[in-house]
């Protein structure tokens, strides 16, 4: 199993896209009102995970939901 190493770019945007969760929390939890800037920054990480190579939406991820 090879492991490849991440470059410094790539580790910039995961440590990014961490302080924008962090931040995302912070508003979820004490500005929950200020649904603009945390749509924003979900946005944002959104952006970040699609240029680290990851899309959006996983369409072919299997939903458990009740179809009754």
């Not at 508003?27 to 749509?39: C, G, M, Q």
Request: charged letters at 40%; glycine letters at 2%; zero cysteines.
């Amino acid at each position: 199993m090879s492991k490849e190493k991440m470059t410094a770019g790539e580790r910039d945007k995961w440590l990014h896209i961490k302080d924008l969760e962090a931040e995302v929390d912070y508003y979820n939890l004490y500005e929950p009102n200020d649904r603009a800037s945390i749509h924003r920054l979900q946005d944002k990480i959104d952006d970040l995970y699609e240029e680290m190579g990851f899309p959006k939406k996983l369409s072919d991820v299997p939903t458990f939901k009740n179809n009754d």
